[in-house]
């Protein structure tokens, strides 16, 4: 965008000070700041924010955020670098360290696995009868988060930024799909560009444009003690500015609790209470005097809740058994469903932006983002994960919300595996086959409030049968959680005759209209014009990273379907679309459609009972839709495959979903068929060298560093979104400075779940994405980011709990590589499935 624009921006604190800095920094100007509270202290949560920084998570962008965060910090002189230190009193705990020290070697940061001893070393106040260790990493620290803020409003304000200070935004002026003022107490503001950094009060200034911004207010407890008698002699404030604290930060999270000192005082933070949800707008307009004990975001304390973290504190610390609790409150701040922040557009408007749910440990690293995407149109950071329109629209009621959001506080600091879904809410969303899929024992997972089937208790008889070189290995505790040894029968069954997979719950949009063709052939990177086609392509960003990869069907002439990825697809096509005009249709339309992948080389057997149409090769070549019936019931047929065998995708309507399943599973019975799970999916998805959109790939990777060249179009006609930074990029056919490449485990059965470093000649060198046990190769598979010049064949190192596995790069796919499998039109089964069919039919 034009650095000409009018900016306005809502709310004064630590996230929206630094967006202004940050776009005054790249060359704008006429920005405005809001603020409903006085400007030398809002009010708001940077308010009262205590300012540990703990950087490392699994998420590699908010670990990101916040190293940028510590950097800018520093740079203001605003961070007191003591170190973090995280300790365990559990053996669970323990493992659960060496799992984050793992995090901080695959995003970059140093971090120490340290003994009892090393720890009491650091922290002499702990108890040396109940710490087992710990995880020590320099670089944490203390944020001064209202002073940073002051001093981005002096710096900001220099050059040229208004601010506004006790000033309520009462209305924002829209005109279709744009925003084009503020309404505040002192009048309107003109505005091109709305950001909403309204903290906890982002829903109520989002409601104003009619957008729902799924963040739920919540207090949470933080104290101070009196004096420790083994920290005499220090003063409050007597360091440099504000930095009254010497020893690292310390989290104790076996029992929900941080700590901090304040000169020769604690501050303890204690996530261990119950939720306590606020309603913002119950607040009030925040007053013209705020103060640290009077300000809107900080409410009574309610010492009965505070008791246990009090108890823990002085078994933790015996020393704080001489003091008291001198000071505490309830602080509000915001969670949402998943836990992470609220970034970016809402599908219906243009120019408002919202930088909600952003805690001071990555404000900095947001802000940045966002001013990123307002010059350049990308940030350096994939911000898939903290999209405003990632949510599927189950998921913003305030019912959901609300529940999601207060259990994600209760699980802070708990240990959680990968795969663990959420108790509650559950069943949402269910395909037209759910109850046949519970008859046949399904073990469900959630996703986008879907629930998908993993794997089939039904199937467990067939492990009896398996032949010795598809018998699952032995997994170890952590691995083995929400996994069943099932998986492995259920991908021999689809390797050596045929099953039937729910894909209902995969993303289906249609795209319809005039100029739809006009409109992909903009996003795309292939030619989607042929009518009866499935284009497997990309929709990049313009700086030719992947935004997604999508199946495009074109089914007649002014209609589309895309097999996408997230809910951020439909919003870009939407987005896209308007901008275009209103030639295109674009809408969702997956909750009415049922659909079945049926798969392996008896897949031609089954169908060829239940229809007469002609599905041979010249028929429905791979890569061909057509309309068809089964039985009488209208579908579609997608011939593709995510496992690498010959087969469709079958797609009717959601009320003939039901009878299309026990058509196909009647009539596959006497060619072996079965239910098959998502876990031998994703197993014969990795052995086929399938890519996964955000986890194998994102915004922050081009086409030929993952692996997924062949979706550019070499000579396409038309441009596309994209094109002009690939091809600068390339231009000098440059080797990629990284690749997404396939590693096996060399001891053949050694688990790893993903985003584990990866060591190359004894020193990190990337991460791993996804994996999965290949029950076809006889080894667990892992994609990971790796330079450029390793080479196939190289052998590197997987940290798994602190352990290394060896690993070898290995040339991909490992399964079918000249694609025979999915291309034949006709297969036998293969003899060693003759026994077991003749015994279970």
Not at 184 to 199: E, N
Not at 552 to 580: C, K, M, P, S
Not at 784 to 798: D, S, T, Y
Request: proline share 6%.
């Amino acid at each position: 965008m034009a650095s000409t624009q009018r900016v306005v921006i809502i709310g004064a604190g630590i996230v929206g000070t630094n967006i202004a800095d940050e776009l005054v920094s790249r060359g704008w100007k006429d920005i405005t700041v809001i603020e409903q509270g006085p400007l030398d202290m809002p009010g708001g949560s940077t308010s009262h924010a205590p300012g540990l920084v703990f950087q490392t998570s699994p998420s590699k962008t908010m670990t990101h955020f916040a190293r940028y965060t510590v950097e800018k910090l520093l740079s203001l002189d605003c961070f007191n670098q003591v170190g973090g230190l995280e300790v365990a009193t559990t053996p669970e705990r323990l493992e659960e360290l060496k799992r984050k020290h793992g995090y901080a070697s695959s995003w970059g940061i140093g971090a120490r696995l340290v003994g009892p001893e090393e720890c009491l070393k650091m922290y002499p106040l702990l108890n040396k009868d109940i710490v087992l260790g710990g995880l020590h990493i320099p670089t944490d620290g203390l944020a001064l988060a209202a002073r940073a803020t002051q001093l981005l409003i002096e710096r900001t304000r220099q050059a040229g930024v208004r601010y506004l200070g006790s000033t309520l935004v009462t209305g924002i002026e829209k005109t279709q799909h744009h925003v084009t003022g503020v309404n505040t107490s002192a009048g309107t503001i003109p505005a091109d560009i709305v950001i909403s950094c309204a903290g906890f009060w982002g829903v109520e200034v989002g409601a104003m444009v009619g957008a729902q911004i799924p963040l739920l207010p919540l207090a949470h407890q933080y104290a101070k003690t009196t004096p420790v008698p083994d920290l005499a002699g220090r003063q409050i404030n007597t360091l440099p500015n504000g930095r009254n604290a010497c020893r690292p930060i310390l989290r104790h999270q076996d029992q929900d609790l941080y700590y901090r000192e304040h000169g020769d005082q604690y501050g303890i933070g204690y996530y261990g209470h119950r939720p306590m949800p606020v309603v913002a707008a119950s607040l009030g307009p925040t007053g013209k005097h705020v103060d640290d004990r009077n300000m809107p975001s900080r409410l009574k304390f309610t010492a009965d809740d505070f008791d246990p973290a009090w108890k823990e504190t002085q078994q933790l610390l015996p020393a704080l058994r001489q003091c008291q609790l001198e000071d505490g409150f309830n602080g509000i701040f915001s969670f949402t469903p998943d836990g992470g922040p609220l970034v970016g557009l809402p599908p219906h408007l243009d120019n408002f932006y919202v930088a909600e749910a952003v805690w001071v440990t990555h404000s900095a690293g947001v802000a940045r983002a966002v001013a990123e995407v307002l010059t350049t149109g990308n940030s350096q950071i994939d911000l898939s994960d903290c999209e405003l329109s990632r949510f599927e629209e189950v998921q913003l009621s305030r019912a959901y919300v609300e529940e999601t959001s207060q259990q994600n506080f209760v699980e802070i600091y708990d240990i959680l595996h990968p795969s663990q879904p959420k108790e509650s809410p559950r069943n949402l969303r269910t395909s037209p086959f759910v109850s046949r899929q519970r008859d046949l024992g399904a073990f469900f997972l959630e996703v986008g409030g879907w629930e998908r089937p993993f794997w089939y208790e039904a199937n467990a008889e067939l492990l009896n049968y398996l032949p010795p070189e598809w018998r699952p290995v032995q997994r170890d505790a952590w691995s083995s959680q929400f996994y069943s040894p099932i998986a492995a029968a259920e991908a021999w069954k689809t390797r050596h005759a045929v099953a039937m997979y729910d894909m209902t719950a995969f993303h289906r949009f249609e795209v319809a209209g005039a100029h739809a063709v006009d409109l992909l052939q903009q996003l795309t990177t292939s030619d989607i014009s042929k009518i009866g086609s499935i284009t497997y392509t990309l929709l990049l960003s313009s700086n030719g990273g992947i935004r997604s990869d999508v199946f495009i069907a074109r089914l007649d002439q002014n209609h589309f379907q895309v097999g996408a990825n997230t809910a951020n697809d439909l919003a870009y096509l939407v987005r896209e679309a308007r901008r275009q005009g209103q030639h295109t249709q674009v809408r969702d339309i997956t909750g009415g459609t049922s659909c079945i992948g049926l798969w392996g080389p008896r897949a031609r057997d089954v169908i060829g009972s239940v229809s007469t149409d002609n599905f041979s090769n010249t028929g429905l070549p791979y890569m061909g839709v057509k309309s068809a019936t089964i039985s009488g019931i209208p579908v579609i047929m997608f011939r593709k495959s995510y496992v690498g065998e010959f087969g469709w995708e079958i797609q009717t309507s959601a009320d003939y979903g039901l009878r299309l399943w026990d058509l196909i599973f009647q009539a596959g019975k006497p060619h072996g068929l079965i239910a098959a799970g998502r876990s031998a999916l994703n197993a014969l998805r990795l052995e086929k060298g399938y890519r996964t959109y955000g986890s194998d790939m994102t915004t922050e990777h081009d086409p030929y560093e993952a692996g997924v060249g062949s979706a550019v179009q070499v000579g396409k006609k038309e441009d596309y979104i994209g094109r002009a930074a690939l091809e600068r990029k390339y231009q000098h056919a440059r080797t990629p400075a990284r690749r997404l490449r396939c590693l096996t485990v060399d001891d053949g059965s050694s688990m790893v779940l993903g985003k584990e470093p990866v060591f190359y000649n004894g020193a990190p060198a990337g991460y791993i994405t996804t994996a999965a046990f290949g029950y076809t190769v006889r080894k667990p598979v892992a994609y990971a980011w790796l330079p450029g010049r390793v080479a196939e064949g190289e052998k590197v190192e997987i940290e798994y709990f602190g352990k290394r596995i060896q690993a070898t790069v290995s040339p991909e796919p490992l399964y079918d590589p000249h694609m025979s499998r999915l291309y034949s039109d006709s297969q036998s089964i293969g003899p060693e499935l003759q026994k077991p069919l003749k015994h279970l039919l």
